[in-house]
């Protein structure tokens, strides 16, 4: 006898949890405080709702789904390959919409997140995830966020008809190396990927270049942007390798992000597979790394000279380490030093820069007025001078390093 159809939330529950694994848009860490069990409100897991930030730190919540767990694919790091004995389950086109419109509806959710499994080819499941997106804008009149996984391989013309109705699409590199895409992926191809990420940016690039000639209004194509994600410790690759592929990636493809998500151990894993996770404070220091690139004017070259073998210190992060090894530029003088300078100082963000700048224009700055233009002073203070401070020979101490690794000590600071 047919087993029991699930219901759409029985389906929800499997096709949320299986798209946990994409970072794209989560945040990894989160405490589980289940409402059920504890008899609260609210949760944190389950539903599938998950939250992304805009450029200027708004909050996005979205629903955050698979159209379906099945794939054709045996990519052995991933939960949902072929030959994994996970539970199966998938959307229909319209279901996926239904969820949507009625989440959204219920001020649950401002857009959607959707992924798949590869199901019969790539061409239709891309077709699917399209459909989506189409129903979504055109029946339904939906104006929310919409961002689509992009299977690298499928035509052409599907892509870019994805992108007429997505906000942001991604493709996924995976990892790092192309010798262990080749090894633990072996139906997914690097220089398919890269084409399709070239044909992605020349398409974002186009829709939003004015000096071209048109008959008719400029069309919207992924206004938001591509993405991508790199799976962190699944292979032997350094921290260094990451980081240079992402900068390949930035600068050949215009991505918008590299999001960095640390390897899971998965049931009935390849042997070729580590067994244990890698410490989450890996992702962490390499989001730090990558906006020091990013942001701060940092390259390559200076993050290794804060490694050890390749690898980011986890006990402190990437500028702070870079100092540490750098103690000579140091300290600063603030009211005088350039503004890429001042990026270098641990404890001086981009915001706390401008201000700096902005405020030195009319006055000198005091210890007083730099606790007042940033939250984290204190750790800038054995690496700068200001008017009534310099910090003599901290910079130089021996101990500086352990008054940052032992947060009790960093209140000392001052009294150095």
């Not at 055109?138 to 906000?167: N, Q």
């Amino acid at each position: 006898m047919p087993g029991r159809q699930r219901t759409i939330q029985e389906k929800l529950a499997i096709l949320a949890d299986a798209a946990k694994y994409d970072a794209s848009c989560a945040s990894s860490g989160t405490q589980q405080r289940n409402a059920k069990s504890s008899g609260g409100l609210g949760s944190t897991e389950g539903s599938g709702i998950c939250h992304a930030y805009a450029p200027d730190g708004r909050c996005i919540s979205l629903l955050k789904v698979l159209l379906t767990n099945a794939c054709i694919y045996d990519c052995a790091y991933c939960v949902n390959r072929v030959s994994s004995k996970v539970e199966r389950e998938a959307f229909s086109v319209e279901e996926v919409v239904d969820l949507t419109i009625s989440f959204y509806k219920r001020n649950y959710i401002e857009g959607l997140f959707l992924s798949s499994g590869i199901i019969k080819s790539s061409d239709h499941t891309m077709e699917e995830l399209v459909r989506v997106a189409k129903t979504l804008r055109k029946e339904h009149r939906f104006h929310g966020y919409i961002h689509l996984k992009t299977i690298p391989d499928a035509a052409p013309e599907l892509i870019e008809e994805a992108g007429r109705y997505a906000d942001r699409l991604s493709i996924n590199i995976e990892l790092p190396k192309e010798t262990s895409l080749t090894r633990f992926a072996p139906e997914k191809s690097v220089r398919t990927i890269k084409s399709s990420m070239a044909t992605l940016r020349t398409n974002i690039d186009a829709a939003k270049d004015r000096s071209l000639p048109r008959k008719r209004p400029a069309r919207s194509f992924a206004p938001a942007g591509q993405s991508t994600q790199m799976i962190v410790g699944a292979d032997g690759a350094h921290d260094l390798d990451i980081l240079t592929s992402a900068r390949t990636l930035y600068t050949s493809y215009g991505l918008k992000r590299v999001y960095y998500s640390a390897f899971s151990p998965i049931p009935d894993a390849s042997s070729a597979l580590p067994l244990a996770a890698p410490p989450l404070q890996r992702e962490h220091r390499l989001y730090q790394a990558d906006w020091l690139t990013r942001f701060y004017g940092f390259e390559l070259q200076d993050l290794r000279e804060a490694t050890d073998d390749g690898m980011l210190d986890l006990e402190v992060d990437p500028k702070l380490a870079w100092a540490l090894a750098n103690r000579g530029q140091f300290p600063v003088d603030v009211n005088r030093a350039s503004r890429e300078l001042l990026l270098r100082v641990p404890g001086l963000g981009v915001k706390a820069v401008q201000a700096i700048v902005r405020t030195r224009r009319h006055r000198r700055l005091r210890p007083d007025d730099l606790a007042r233009l940033t939250p984290t002073a204190r750790k800038a203070l054995p690496f700068i001078c200001l008017e009534g401070w310099t910090p003599g020979a901290l910079v130089d101490s021996a101990q500086l390093r352990q008054r940052f690794v032992k947060p009790a000590k960093q209140m000392d600071l001052f009294a150095a």
